[in-house]
Structures are given as C-alpha cells and as structure tokens.
C-alpha cells in the first residue's frame, strides 16, 4: 500500500509535468507516476518550443506560473521572433531547444517543487466507486488513493508505427505504448477515435554539407520565453539551416508511393493537414517543384538534426534516397527512420472546462489523449487539470480562461465543443480576440488570477507588480505632458512641423512615432524594453482593443449563463431536431459554449434562454 | 446574482414597431443602454418620462428628418424592463427608413424578430404563460424573416452577395496564411495582390450599396395570388383591390387565362397582386396552359387567395376548396364570394362582395396578419434597412483594414476588419459559416513541415 494524496498524475510529458506542478503548487499533496523517470521532460517530437500560436500558450501557461517557458531558456540554443515584421498581436517566439537540458531543467523543478513527489510505475488501471475516481493500480498492483486523478498518457495509446508496409505496435520509436490502460479505458465509456502522425527521418548532422546551405541564426537583440528570464539563462547559441526538395526528390517519391502506407490504405487515422508528410506534399501540391526544409539541432552535445519538413512513412530504402537528394544531404547517414504513427484519442467532447471527463468525476485528461498535438498545447491542458484536480480535493470551484481571455481558453473550448478530427494544433487564427490575446501581455492576462489561485509564487508576483506600477507611471506622465508646436526636437524627430499642442500620447498615436524615439526626444529615463513595449501596444491598438472589450461585455451575461448538464433539450419548444441533437451530444456547460456549436442558430439561443428563465420562474413560483 | 438574474442585453436595439404605411403613424421603438445617448442626438434632449412631447426628429447633419411624438420609459417601467425610448412619426416607409438609419448610426442594432418580447420576458416584465407565445414569435418571426429576406433579395441580389463573400473568404485565407504560416514563403501581404483584391471587394461593395438602395435589386413586396374555379369572381376581386380594370371579367367561365399582375397598395405597403386563369380541366389548350401557370404563381407566391363562389350550394363549395388546397403551391386565406347574391353563404372564409366591396376591410387585415407586415413580424421593409445597414458595415470595414495596411502596414488589423466584413455579409445571408478558414487555408497552400 502507498500513501493516499490528493491528486495524482499519471504520466511525465509535458502535460503530466506542469499537472503534477500547477497541483502541488496550490497545496496539494500530489504523486507523479511515470513509467520511466528518465523520460520525464522528454520532447518526443521536434526539438522547439514555441511558434506562432504556440508560443502563445507557452507564455500564458508561464503567466500562470508554469515551467514550459523557464526550461525553454535554460535549454534554448536558438531564439527568433516570428512575424516581427507584423504587428505585435501575431508575434510569436521560437526557440529550439537542446532536448538534454530542456530535460534537465524539468526534472529539477519537478524535483525541488514542495508537496510534489515522483514515483516510477506503469499505470494499470484505474480504481472507480459509482461514477467517481478513487485512485490507480499500478503494475506491481499496488493501489494508490486519491480524490482526483489527472491521466496524461496520451502519447501514442495504442500506437502503431508504419514504416513502409511493415508495422508494428509501439509509442515514440523506441518506447513501448502504455497499452493496459488503454485497453482499460477502451472498456469504459469513453468514446475513441484513431488520429495519425509522422516524423521525419533524423540525420547525423556530422555527414551534412552546410557549405552552400541557408544559415538562420537566431535574432539580436535575444528574445526570451519567460516573462522571469533574461537572454543570460540562455545556453550557447547555434544557427539553423535551410534546405529544399527538387524535381528529384520528388520523383524519387513518387516512385515509392506504391509502398506508402498512406497510399497503400494501409492508415486508417487522421492526419494533420497543416503538417503533412512530404509524400502528402508533392502527391496534393504536383505542380510546387521544391519544398523548404529547416535543419533543426537536436542539441549541442549531440550531431544529430531534425530535418523539419520531410516527416515520412514510405519505406527505409526510398528514405535514405531521398534524403540524399537534397543538397547537402549528399552523403547524410540516417539515424532513426521516418515513420507514421497511428494512435488512439477520446472524445473530448467528453470533457467539462476544467477538463474533468464528464463519466467519471474526479477524472481529468489532458494532452494528446485529448486529441491535440504539441508539447505546449499539452502543457496547457496540463496546467488546467492539476489545478482543477487539486481544487476538487480543496472543494473549490473550477477555473478555466474563457476565449477571451486565454489562447488557453480557446483550445479547451474548441476541443470540448467542436471535438477534433485531425490532432489540434493551435493558430492564431482560431482566437477571434487575437487583438487582445497577444504573447506579450499574458501576464496581464493571466497573472493576477494566477495569484488568487495559488499558483504564482513571489517573484514573479513582485515581477509582475513592478511591471505593472511602471506601466501606469509611464502612461501617466506620457498623457500630462504636453509639446507645443515649434518644439524643435519632436519636429525634428516627426519631420514635420506641429500644428497644435499634444499630448505625448496622441504623438504615440501616430504610426510613424514609435516610443523608444520618443521617450528619447523628450528625455524620459525608462530603460525597461517590456514596459516600453506594453504602453506603445496599448496605445497603437487602442481603439481595436476597446471595440473587442465592448463586444465582450456585450456578451458576457449569456456567454457565462449555465446550461445545466440534466437538461432534456427536447422539452425546449421550437428548437429543431437537429438543434437538439447536436446540443444532447455535446452538453454544453454554458449558453455560450453553446452558441459555438456549428448548426446552433441565434434564434435557438433565444429559445434557450426563454426556456431558462421559464423555468427557473417556474421554480420560483413553486417555493414562494 | 440577483434573483433577478443579470440583465441579459448589453446593447441597445431598434425597429420599426408598427406596420410601416404610407400616411399612417409609424413607431420606432428603441430599447437599451443607449437610450439618452440616442435621444440626446436625435431629439436634443431626453425627455421626461411617460410625458408625450412634440419633437423634432433631427439628422446627424441637424436637419429635420420628421417630427413627431417622444415619448420615453424609463427601466425597469417600461415593457421591456430597459430604458425604452419610442418615437411615432407621420413620415411613410422611406422617411421610418432614415429615423431607423439614424439611431443605428448612434449605436443601436436592428431588433430580431421577436426580440423586444424577449428581453420583456427576461427582465420579469411578462408573465410565465406568455413564455410559450414568446417561443412561437422567435421561431416563426426567424422564418417569417428569412422568408422577407429572401423576397427583398431577387436572385441576383442573393448571387452578388454570395459572390461577395466568397471573394472575401478568398483574401481571408491569404491574409490568415501569411500570418500563421510566416515561413511559408508565402508573403501575401507584402504583395500587391490583396491591394487589387482589397479595391475590387470595395468596388462591388459600393454598387450592391446603391443598387439596394435605389431599391432596383429589391422586389416591390410580397406577392399574393388569387385561385379559384372559373367565374368565382377572381378578376372581379383583383379590380376590387386595385380599385382598376386590370383585368376582363365576364360572364363567360374561363375569362382568364394568363397571369394578369398589379400592384396593389395595403395601407402604404405594395404588393404584387396576380389573378389567374380558373382551375379546371379543358380541352382548350391555351387555357390548359393558364391553368398551369396558375398553379406554378402560386408556389411563388407569399400567400394565395382561394376564392370560393358563395352562391353555390355548400357541397360544391366544399369541393372546391379541396381542389383548390390541392392546386395551391402556399399557405391561403379563403374568400367566399358573391355573398350579395340571394341565398348566397359562405361554406367558409371572409365573406365578401367584389360587386359592392362588403367585406373587403376584413380581408385587407386579414391579409396583412397573413403577410407579417401588421408589426407582429418582420416585413421585407425592416429586412431592407437591415441589409442595407449590414452592406455598409461590411463596406466600412474594408475601407478601415485597407487603410491599416496601406499606411500602417497592419496585416493583423486588415486580418480583424476582414472578419467583420465577412459577418456583416453573413448577417444578410444568414448562414454562418464554421470559421473554416484553416480548412481553406490548408487545401490552398502545402503548408507545414
Ligand atoms: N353578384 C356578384 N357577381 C359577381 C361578384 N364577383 C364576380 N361576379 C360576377 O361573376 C362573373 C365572373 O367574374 P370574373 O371576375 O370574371 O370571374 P373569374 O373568377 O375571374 O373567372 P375566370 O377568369 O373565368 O376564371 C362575372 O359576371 C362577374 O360580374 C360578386 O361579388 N357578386
Ligand atoms: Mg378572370
């Protein structure tokens, strides 16, 4: 017998890790359980973190006082900003990270994290009471207590690998997939469905000829992921590289696809459309004659590379072939084949906000079981279910972002109203607050809230509140102070000459006048880049950023008016059957969620809100 | 939360709140927040409340559009809990039409059906038995107004918008790609293309914009059919309504035999009324030809008029109308005719008389319930503001993101105006589309690594 906790985790990817974290951090008493301590931290894919969108989340998940964004520095080896030349709601950050030290830096958080303890054993099964989660049973068949449980194996459930025509069951090349539970969740309720996705085969960079490739160093001035780091935590920086496909290439692949898998039928999951194999990509785009490949480093004490762009399931000998037709790829040794994975998902659909499945109480998911994609979409989902798991123990009420608030608010939306048929990537264009939702203020998002749930601990408090007081003072002074016209140096710096008194912030205004000039003409003494940054964004977007808090005022009171989970949406007059339908199958927790179900016509929402109020006065009525 | 539950609108809507005639009074009602805002602009001041005052109805230019009565309630006593502010003017439809324009230029949006109710309803202000009534005025006010949506849009008004839209879609899906996928070699917004895009979007814009509003691509209202045997006194009653000779009326059955259309005024608002050959089978090919296109106006129609010979004995009146609920192609309203005759009585329906005019007031309200245009629902007129109201939202958001681009090089803020283009579009299409963008996105561009 162990123990009993409050929460346990199950899995140490990156969903389990800021889980277990985002738990403990609240106060309670958590156990991770992993398969293999190892492996804790381990970037099973591609070695970056972060990216349009993505990036996005990391930074919210940090604001929340997550550890993506911290190890993101402390392993990072290249840094670049995404979109820079765009407007700063759709900058995002990337970092490729060494995948030793990204390890390193997670496993000595989860490590030193108080009320967090770590345990390696395969879960078996699961201990279910009626309809509520008591804890697990392991491998050794040991029981384990606990009033939540938050299960992050996603990775590959009930994985099978091809390569070619030849396939077998596995996870991650190399590891075995956590099949007893699958096969134990398989038998409950859940609902599954089967999603698909490949790597590239990895090549020992030693054996590349980088002479006549594109270099892409990272940028300067260094961008950093958390709002707690500097440029100083990063490691040693190296640069990536370019390549491309060619007619060769291409036909070399087109020559193997009666011995793909994919072409062959042989693959019955969904893919990612956005991340398409490379046989994909020349079958569906014939007439592109060359497709852009970034080498990835792995890592700096290691030669292997991540050719991004060429993930692959046709057989051994076509890999090797085509790999060597790509320049500088001439003489390149492979290192692990390319290969396509089918693995298992449940509905989420299934899942409340706070990613509490909705058969079993207690019971949270979080990750790629969930049928997402991406180590910071998992960690996410990560951060929501321990600190929803861990409020369940506390009997708190559940918190979740909304839309509006979150990137994270949107994929949870997303997946448990719209489900997924492909694995969930986010993107920008998902958010449809993106004005507002921007990498750079997550922590004025989110930190506050952070606070009052627990999870941010103090410094970054202080951090954040000195950024927040710097904000206001500059603000301040950039509003009261006026310039008249022939003032000599505004003139100089607008080229133009003034017409009437300003303000320093209707200067601001202007797109030509950016801050970093104009604090300068007037000798304003702020040094602090980020604050600089804020109050520039806020005043350039001011007007969008109004327009989108209007309309979420606007929708606030019905967007959060709950619909209650017993609801029998055939007793609602004039709603159609297929109205009702799709509101049975999904269960939307507020009228909002509801609103966002494809098919669900305003006029149905009405309906739905006359329905409520009837039946509440009803309600009334009686106890009067 | 308050027992009471939140207040449930945060925004301020409007409409036309009685049947929009010429010469008659018409109301525009307004309810919400913004009530002393609007009536600030509008009427110069807010007036007191539950006082009538006589006011003018100013412009954003000052100049006055009409007066009238102000009359202003504040929440929660009012009928629908919110501050409402109800203006009654004597101008007809066109001049409503500008009122409407005005206090949706201040903020305001146009009612759905049904809406005012509801937020009645919601705000405690009706009882619980009206909930039902509420629920019926929401789904048949939705198809009453899709129905007068698809009337004020001919064919190639719905076809412009649609194209519209899928062009729109089109740049969307460029302007997102550059975005998302900025190493995809695919830098949309720094070429010139979406600049000719942009203008082209902005040129059909502004066309539909005046087209609609000249009225050209609009129908001229409902049409309504008139049905009935040989000599029921079909054409008889359609010279009755027009108070012309349109059409032949003889003793002879089978007078008519081709379509014979008019425009017939009820109270200020023009419908196409359209008489037809009687139903019956000949041998006489040209009237077997009537009786088709008879039946064929009459699947086009809003509504059918079945009229019914009273001076026939009932047995036959009863199968006629049988025949005729067999023939007619939409929802009727049964006229029984000749009711002066001696020994004339109605089987059923509106008794009337073509030849001395009894009874026609009672058919003339009973054709406008029918027809959603005595105020209880949503006429083709407030669906017109609407989309014309939609059009040029969907016009100033293009202009705006053009201009972010151009000048600020602001793709993201080109990216959010394109947006809203596209759902002011949607609102006149009412199908709104899953943001499938990515779908598009990913089918257009190879995209990914
Ligand atoms: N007394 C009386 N006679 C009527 C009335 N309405 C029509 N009639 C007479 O009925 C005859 C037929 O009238 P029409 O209006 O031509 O009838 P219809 O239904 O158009 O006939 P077809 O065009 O032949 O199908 C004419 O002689 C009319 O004068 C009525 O209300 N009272
Ligand atoms: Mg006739």
Request: proline share 4%; charged share 25%.
């Amino acid at each position: 017998m162990h123990a009993d906790v409050d929460v346990i985790v199950v899995g140490g990817g990156h969903a389990g890790t800021e889980a277990a974290l985002a738990a403990a951090r609240t106060g309670a008493r958590t156990l991770l359980l992993t398969q293999n301590i190892e492996t804790l931290g381990q970037m099973s894919c591609n070695p970056a973190i972060g990216g349009i969108g993505k990036s996005h989340l990391v930074r919210e998940v940090d604001a929340l006082g997550g550890a993506m964004a911290l190890a993101a520095d402390q392993a990072g080896i290249h840094f670049r900003i995404l979109n820079s030349r765009k407007g700063p709601a759709v900058r995002a950050t990337r970092a490729q990270a060494d995948r030793q030290l990204y390890k390193a830096a997670i496993r000595h958080m989860l490590e030193n994290q108080a009320g967090l303890s770590i345990f390696q054993q395969a879960v078996e099964d699961l201990i279910i009471e009626g309809d509520e989660i008591r804890g697990v049973v392991t491998h050794m068949g040991l029981e384990i207590r606990a009033k939540s449980v938050v299960l992050t194996v996603g990775t590959f459930l009930g994985g099978i690998v091809h390569v070619g025509m030849d396939s077998h069951p596995g996870g991650r090349m190399g590891d075995a997939p956590s099949n007893a539970l699958a096969d134990r969740l398989r038998e409950m309720q859940f609902a599954v469905d089967r999603l698909k996705t490949g790597t590239p085969p990895r090549i020992d960079g030693s054996t590349i000829d980088y002479e006549d490739l594109e270099s892409q160093p990272g940028d300067e001035p260094r961008p950093v992921m958390s709002y707690l780091s500097g440029p100083e935590d990063h490691p040693e920086q190296v640069s990536c590289h370019i390549t491309h496909t060619n007619e060769r290439t291409h036909e070399i692949i087109r020559a193997g696809l009666d011995r793909s898998p994919l072409y062959a039928g042989v693959i019955e999951g969904v893919g990612p459309r956005y991340c398409p194999s490379i046989e994909d990509k020349v079958v569906r785009f014939a007439d592109k004659s060359s497709h852009q490949i970034f080498i990835e480093p792995e890592g700096l004490q290691t030669n292997e590379i991540y050719p991004n762009g060429i993930s692959t399931s046709l057989p051994y000998d076509v890999q090797v072939e085509l790999v060597r037709s790509i320049k500088g790829f001439e003489n390149a040794h492979i290192t692990r084949p390319g290969y396509a994975i089918e693995y298992d998902f449940f509905e989420p659909r299934e899942l409340c906000p706070s990613l509490e499945t909705k058969h079993v109480k207690g019971l949270f998911f979080a990750g790629q079981i969930n049928g997402t994609t991406g180590y910071e979409e998992a960690a996410a989902q990560g951060l929501i279910a321990g600190l929803n798991a861990a409020r369940r123990v506390q009997g708190k009420d559940f918190w979740a972002p909304k839309r509006n608030e979150a990137y994270i608010g949107v994929l949870i939306d997303d997946l448990i109203t719209l489900g997924t048929r492909e694995p969930y990537r986010m993107f920008t264009s998902r958010a449809e607050y993106r004005l507002t939702l921007r990498q750079d203020n997550a922590d004025r998002r989110l930190t506050e809230m952070g606070r009052e749930l627990g999870l941010v601990d103090d410094r970054r408090w202080r951090r954040y509140s000195e950024k927040c007081e710097q904000i206001e003072s500059l603000e301040g002074e950039l509003s009261q102070r006026f310039v008249l016209p022939g003032d000599n140096d505004i003139e100089v710096m607008l080229g133009q000459a003034l017409s009437r008194e300003n303000t320093l912030i209707d200067l601001l205004k202007r797109p030509e006048v950016n801050i970093t000039d104009l604090v300068g003409v007037v000798s304003i003494a702020f040094t602090d880049t980020e604050v600089l940054e804020q109050v520039e964004i806020d005043c350039k977007y001011e007007g969008y950023i109004a327009r989108q808090t209007e309309e979420i005022a606007r929708i606030k009171a019905h967007q959060e008016m709950p619909l209650p989970q017993s609801l029998d949406y055939t007793e609602v007059k004039g709603l159609s059957n297929e109205v009702v339908q799709k509101l049975d199958q999904v269960r939307p927790a507020t009228l909002g969620q509801a609103s966002r179900i494809s098919g669900v016509t305003p006029a149905a929402i009405s309906l739905l809100m006359i329905f409520l109020k009837k039946t509440k006065k009803g309600s009334l009525q009686k106890t009067a | 939360m308050s027992s009471d539950g939140p207040s449930y609108s945060q925004d301020t809507i409007a409409a036309v709140a009685t049947a929009p005639g010429r010469g008659g009074v018409g109301i525009v009602r307004v309810s919400g927040p913004g009530i002393s805002t609007i009536a600030r602009s509008v009427i110069g001041h807010l007036p007191k409340p539950r006082y009538a005052s006589l006011v003018r109805f100013l412009g954003d230019d000052g100049t006055a559009l009409d007066q009238g009565l102000a009359l202003y309630f504040k929440g929660p006593d009012s009928f629908t809990g919110e501050d409402v502010l109800e203006l009654q003017g004597h101008g007809g439809p066109v001049v409503l039409d500008m009122l409407l324009k005005r206090i949706v230029g201040l903020g305001a949006r146009i009612a759905e059906p049904g809406e005012f109710s509801k937020r009645a309803f919601l705000n405690d202000k009706l009882d619980l038995t009206q909930a039902e009534a509420i629920a019926d005025l929401i789904s048949s006010g939705t198809a009453q107004a899709a129905r007068s949506a698809m009337r004020s849009l001919e064919g190639r008004f719905s076809d412009l918008i649609a194209e519209l839209l899928a062009t729109v879609i089109e740049v969307r899906v460029f302007v997102e790609a550059a975005i998302d996928f900025p190493d995809e070699e695919v830098d949309y917004l720094g070429d010139d293309r979406v600049e000719k895009q942009l203008s082209d979007i902005r040129r059909r814009l502004k066309d539909v914009i005046s087209e609609a509003n000249l009225g050209a691509l609009l129908s001229e209202g409902a049409s309504v059919v008139l049905l009935g045997k040989p000599n029921a006194g079909k054409s008889s009653l359609m010279n009755r309504l027009t108070g012309r000779e349109t059409s032949i009326v003889t003793h002879i059955p089978g007078t008519t035999r081709d379509i014979v259309g008019d425009i017939f005024q009820l109270d200020g608002i023009p419908l196409r009324l359209i008489d037809t050959a009687g139903i019956r089978r000949t041998g006489d090919a040209i009237e077997t030809e009537g009786v088709r296109r008879a039946v064929a106006a009459s699947e086009q129609a809003d509504l059918v008029i079945a009229v019914v010979d009273a001076s026939l004995d009932k047995p036959q009146q009863k199968l006629d109308l049988e025949e005729l609920e067999a023939a007619s192609g939409a929802g009727m309203v049964i006229v029984s005719n000749k009711i002066d005759l001696a020994g004339a009585g109605a089987y059923e329906g509106i008794a009337v008389s073509a030849k001395t005019g009894e009874g026609m007031e009672a058919l003339k309200t009973n054709l406008k319930k029918h027809l959603g245009v005595d105020g209880s629902t949503e006429s083709g007129f407030t669906a017109r503001t609407r989309h014309v109201n939609a059009l040029e939202q969907a016009l100033a958001a293009v202009d705006k993101g053009h201009g972010e681009l151009t000048r600020n090089g602001a793709g993201e803020l080109l990216a959010e105006e394109l947006r809203f283009c596209q759902r002011h579009l949607e609102e006149i299409t009412g199908e709104f589309s899953a943001d499938d963008l990515l779908g598009e996105i990913f089918s257009t561009f190879c995209i990914g690594k």
